[in-house]
């Protein structure tokens, strides 16, 4: 099971709408795969206590993570960087296990022109030192807002063609670190 994690909390981000274009992709492949939206994360996550004691709600969270073949972290830019609910939602779950030696690639989303390589690249260096295994290709959308039509759908071919070619080689990649399929 592939788990895409959309990297915001914010209601009607182009974050979700990118997640759910990623999920048709692995869909299409037929690769097993869901979305792990944040903006369902709990608010008690949030309490100083939750480091020490985790809310009972954010378990399913916890679980979708461990239970993941591979991840794909679909992430906005925000001021330089990524979310800091995707940061909160990392710092909660289970260390070492979350990330060791599981699978990740990324696609960044931004309105600026860069389309969230910092965002993604900061991610690289967190998942880097929790030991993921990082697939080197990433998939960059700049000027986000120009991107989707009213639907949610990709104006461009040419991005959706390296979403669904991301999907392929990810899934392959999770087979070979796995020793399996994805």
């Known amino acids: 099971m592939i788990v895409i994690v ?8 182009n974050t979700r709408r990118i997640a759910d274009l990623v999920l048709a992709a692995y869909t299409e492949l037929g690769v097993p795969a869901r979305v792990l939206d944040l903006r369902e994360i709990p608010l008690s996550l949030y309490s100083p206590d939750a480091y020490a004691s985790k809310p009972p709600e954010f378990e399913p969270f916890s679980k979708a993570v461990l239970d993941a073949h591979g991840l794909v972290v679909v992430t906005p830019e925000y001021n330089g ?3 800091g609910v995707l940061k909160v939602f990392i710092d909660h779950l289970k ?13 960044g989303l931004a309105a600026g022109i860069w389309g969230a ?4 690249e ?9 030991n993921a295994h990082i697939f080197p ?8 807002g120009g991107l989707l039509d009213d639907a949610g ?4 071919a040419e991005l959706q063609g390296r ?3 991301q999907a392929e080689g990810f899934a392959g990649f999770v087979g070979r670190v796995r020793g399996g399929t994805a």
């Open 6 to 13: 959309s990297g915001t909390n914010r209601p009607g981000s």
């Open 153 to 156: 759908a990709l104006k461009d």
């Open 95 to 107: 260390f070492p296990e979350s990330f060791e030696s599981k699978p990740v690639c990324f696609v």
């Open 117 to 120: 390589l910092r965002s993604v």
């Open 163 to 165: 979403l669904r070619r």
């Open 137 to 144: 290709s990433r998939v960059f959308m700049p000027g986000i």
């Open 122 to 130: 900061q991610l690289q260096q967190i998942f880097g030192y929790r």
């Open 81 to 83: 960087s990524f979310p």
